[in-house]
């Protein structure tokens, strides 16, 4: 690292990972799929498989948080999820595929009661 100055860009580096590490933190409440939980997905989407749904909550948290805290999904019924989707699809500015993506991983996480899963978090498989 030696003759690198510390430049502006750089305070930014720090700073974005300031963030992430603040990001992380929080991450937890936001339940990441298991394999019981594509299973479960499966009754609405039959291609849906692990990679779709942990991409979906990837694309929650960096396009749904600019403007307030990301909504658990147990706090609405899929109905509801379906209408609020589409409202701030726009908002986000999300291609179809993504708000698709979103709409799984929230539909299918909106049955799951976080504190249930973070008991079990150690056991189960990670996507
Ligand atoms: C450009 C700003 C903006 C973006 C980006 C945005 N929202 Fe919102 N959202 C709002 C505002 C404003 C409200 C209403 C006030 C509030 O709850 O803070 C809201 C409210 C909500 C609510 C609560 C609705 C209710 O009935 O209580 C949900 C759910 C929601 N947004 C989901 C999303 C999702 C999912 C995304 C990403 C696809 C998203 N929002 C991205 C601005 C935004």
Same mark, same amino acid.
């Given at each position: 690292m030696r003759g690198v100055r510390w430049t502006g860009a750089m305070g930014k580096l720090v700073f974005l990972g300031v963030w992430l590490g603040v990001l992380r933190m929080c991450a937890p409440a936001l339940v990441e799929p298991t394999q019981e939980d594509v299973m479960r997905a499966r009754r609405w989407w039959? /291609?849906? /498989?692990s990679l779709q749904l942990a991409t979906g909550r990837k694309l929650y948290m960096q396009k749904c948080s600019g403007c307030h805290y990301l909504y658990p999904?147990?706090?609405?019924t899929p109905e509801q999820w379906r209408k609020n989707i589409a409202e701030y699809a726009d908002e986000a500015r999300l291609t179809p595929q993504e708000q698709e993506l979103i709409l799984r991983y929230v539909i299918t996480m909106s049955e799951v009661d976080p504190r249930e899963r973070r008991q079990t978090k150690k056991t189960g498989q990670k996507p």
């Open positions: 039959q /291609d849906v /498989d999904p147990h706090r609405f």
